[in-house]
Nanobody
């Protein structure tokens, strides 16, 4: 069974940091495009980042570039999103997703269950 399970969300103050994780099962993350997507209440999903098969290249949205880092531990079949300097506009539910940017935005079935990030003073 293909499954993605996210963890690590929580509540932080503006300027704070969080590290999200995603455990994949049923496939090898090293063989796939993998992405992070976020969605705030009453808003459309927003693409955050993508890593290519083999982890050779990483892409970020302009809104998170320089603050977020997408990396992997292939031995554990896990993905991570390290987030620094979080701002209120970053508050959303964050989803690990199987596929590249255009694919995951069109297919919520490619997402995990998500983990909630709240940014509040």
């Amino acid at each position: 069974e293909v499954q993605l399970v996210e963890a690590g969300g929580g509540m932080v103050q503006p300027g704070g940091s969080l590290r999200l994780s995603c455990v994949a099962s049923g496939f090898q993350i090293n063989d796939e495009f993998m992405s992070w997507v976020r969605q705030a209440p009453d808003k459309e999903p927003e693409w955050v980042a993508t890593i290519t098969p083999g982890g050779t290249t990483t892409y970020y949205s302009d809104s998170v570039k320089g603050r977020f880092t997408f990396f992997r531990d292939v031995t554990k079949n896990m993905l991570y999103l390290q987030m620094y300097d979080l701002q209120p506009e970053d508050a959303a539910r964050y989803y690990c997703a199987r596929g590249s940017r255009t694919v995951v935005l069109a297919a919520p079935s490619s997402w995990g269950q998500g983990t909630q990030v709240t940014v509040s003073s």
